[in-house]
């Protein structure tokens, strides 16, 4: 089942900006939170950032806090990362999930039970 189409991605010199989208499916973004989580090469896939259901609150990953932001389009259901001042680490395929909460540790949060992973979006940074 459909429920999530990740974009933006691509080759992206250190330092760069890019943003990412994700269009959701199937469900409401203002009925459940909803995530970025990023998987790079040889290493676990671990939660970046979330946004609340209610839009109340946002939570980062110290790798990426003050770098990147997430934000979201309810009426477009969909959900962007805004990446700055990228490095080589942020190399990785980037994915989005629906939550049960946006809480705790962010890197090790997990998707909701019945949440599906799209296709993801690879982001390479290089020069």
């Known amino acids: 089942q459909l429920q999530f189409v990740e974009s933006g991605g691509g080759l992206v010199q250190p330092g760069g900006s890019p943003r990412l989208s994700c269009v959701v499916f199937?469900?409401?973004?203002?009925?459940?939170?909803i995530a970025w989580f990023r998987q790079a090469p040889g290493k676990e896939r671990e939660g970046v950032s979330c946004?609340?259901?209610?839009?109340?609150?946002?939570k980062y990953s110290d790798s990426v806090k003050g770098r990147f932001t997430i934000s979201r389009d309810v009426a477009k259901n969909s959900v962007y990362l805004q990446m700055n001042n990228l490095t080589p680490e942020d190399t990785a395929v980037y994915y989005c999930?629906?939550?049960?909460?946006?809480?705790?540790?962010?890197?090790?949060?997990?998707?909701?039970?019945?949440?599906?992973w799209g296709q993801g979006t690879q982001v390479t940074v290089s020069s």
């Open positions: 999930a629906k939550l049960n909460y946006c809480s705790g540790y962010v890197p090790t949060l997990r998707p909701k039970e019945n949440s599906s």
């Open positions: 946004f609340s259901a209610g839009g109340g609150f946002t």
């Open positions: 199937g469900f409401r973004l203002d009925d459940y939170p």
